[in-house]
């Protein structure tokens, strides 16, 4: 790993100074710039771009006008992207290449994002007939594409000096399309108090030995301040962005595997919908049976026959997730991604149980979209346009 042994000056610093900065999200608002939300309320309002041929169901119930959109979108592009796609490693090198966390963070020099242009992808997405992008705003690393108070593990404070949730928004708000916000939740490798694996499972951070200096441990330890440290950026993406379509959170197995409870995670949910009453909720499985949707990854709907029933007879809308090649990129793939025929597949499996399927497209170490997936997504498109969307199989 000699390309990450120069020591560096980041450390917890920057997670001491907010560790309190709010308990229910609201002490941080005022720091933040003016809201450019715009929420119904009486005749002649705005409604989000996304959803205005809702308009009139957006004025009396923007949450059921939310839904009903999503339940006619049938599909959505996912973007995964970070400091491993810059190094071209997979999303979870941190954890399984055990690289401790101080040197991790230096590779936050590497990230430059030269070539990521949130016009051409939002181009893409409506050539694909798509009615949504989705982006990892914060993966399990902790690095944060956004800009953000609570740490300067980010893009805006990296080589790139963008911030990439804000141009991917503008240009959405622009085109009509859904902005969704994916959001590692359950799991985080960076901030001393996230979820460790004494007290949970679910490859909760990865096996140290010795143990991280970064690391909390043992009365130390305090999952408050890392529920804290969420809600302040929860409150920046939902007042600093416009609207925002979905909040999408992972890490799923982490707070399923332990004393759950100390996630709060209903103050999480009610945060979120203070904020932005349309905005969707989704948690894989569902921790509170208060999630809008579930949104499990493709294949878990045959591995897990008795969640999938639970599912389908709930009546709430089901989205699948599934990458095109890896969730992240892999030059390894290059010029063997997935096709226009396999990607119809996944459409007509997803009509089968009146799903949206949320197709990934791992962003290349500059932030821009591999040729092969633009092409293959145009086609997609104009086949979509000729013989409509695939029947259900």
């Known amino acids: 790993m000699s390309e990450?042994?120069?020591?560096?000056?980041?450390?917890?610093?920057?997670?001491m100074r907010y560790s309190t900065m709010m308990a229910a999200?609201?002490?941080?608002?005022?720091?933040?710039?003016?809201?450019?939300?715009?929420?119904?309320?009486s005749k002649g309002v705005n409604v989000p771009s996304y959803l205005k041929r809702y308009a009139d169901l957006y004025?009396?119930?923007?949450?059921?006008?939310?839904?009903?959109?999503?339940?006619?979108?049938?599909?959505?592009l996912f973007m995964h992207y970070g400091i491993y796609s810059a190094i071209q490693r997979r999303a979870w090198c941190q954890y399984q290449d055990k690289i401790p966390v101080a040197e991790y963070e230096k590779l936050k020099k590497r990230f430059t994002a030269r070539k990521f242009d949130a016009d051409s992808i939002t181009d893409l997405a409506l050539a694909a007939k798509m009615k949504y992008v989705n982006i990892t705003t914060k993966h399990h690393d902790g690095f944060c594409l956004f800009k953000t108070a609570t740490t300067d593990f980010n893009s805006f404070d990296s080589p790139a000096k963008r911030d990439i949730v804000a141009e991917l928004a503008a240009a959405c708000d622009k085109k009509g399309l859904g902005l969704c916000l994916y959001y590692s939740h359950g799991r985080e490798w960076r901030h001393p108090d996230a979820p460790n694996n004494n007290a949970w499972g679910g490859k909760a951070r990865?096996?140290?030995?010795?143990?991280?200096?970064?690391?909390?441990y043992g009365k130390e330890h305090?999952?408050?301040?890392?529920?804290?440290?969420?809600?302040?950026?929860?409150t920046e993406l939902l007042t600093n962005y416009g609207s925002i379509a979905s909040i999408w959170l992972d890490g799923y197995g982490v707070p399923v595997s332990g004393p759950i409870k100390r996630f709060r995670i209903p103050e999480t949910y009610a945060l979120i919908r203070k904020l932005q009453p349309q905005t969707l909720i989704s948690a894989k499985w569902g921790y509170t049976g208060d999630e809008d949707y579930y949104a499990p990854e493709y294949h878990w709907l045959?591995?897990?026959?008795?969640?999938?029933?639970?599912?389908l007879a709930s009546g709430k809308p089901i989205e699948l997730c599934v990458p095109i090649a890896r969730w992240s990129y892999n030059p390894k793939t290059d010029g063997k991604h997935r096709g226009v025929a396999s990607i119809w597949?996944?459409?007509?499996?997803?009509?089968?149980?009146?799903?949206?399927?949320?197709?990934?497209?791992?962003?290349?170490?500059?932030?821009?979209?591999?040729?092969?997936?633009?092409?293959?997504?145009?086609k997609l498109g104009e086949k979509i346009r000729c013989e409509g969307w695939p029947k259900p199989a």
Not at 28 to 33: A, E, G, Q, R, T
Not at 226 to 234: E, F, N, R
Not at 302 to 308: L, Q, W
């Open 4 to 15: 990450i042994r120069e020591p560096d000056s980041i450390g917890r610093r920057d997670f």
């Open 25 to 41: 999200g609201t002490a941080v608002v005022s720091s933040l710039s003016s809201c450019s939300l715009r929420l119904a309320g």
């Open 59 to 76: 004025a009396r119930d923007p949450k059921a006008a939310a839904l009903k959109w999503f339940r006619n979108a049938k599909f959505g």
């Open 206 to 216: 990865p096996e140290y030995n010795p143990p991280d200096p970064g690391y909390h």
């Open 222 to 234: 305090d999952i408050n301040r890392y529920v804290d440290y969420m809600h302040a950026q929860l």
């Open 302 to 311: 045959t591995k897990n026959p008795g969640k999938t029933k639970k599912a």
């Open 345 to 378: 597949r996944n459409l007509a499996y997803a009509a089968r149980f009146r799903a949206n399927l949320l197709l990934n497209t791992a962003l290349r170490p500059e932030g821009d979209v591999d040729k092969q997936d633009a092409a293959n997504l145009r």
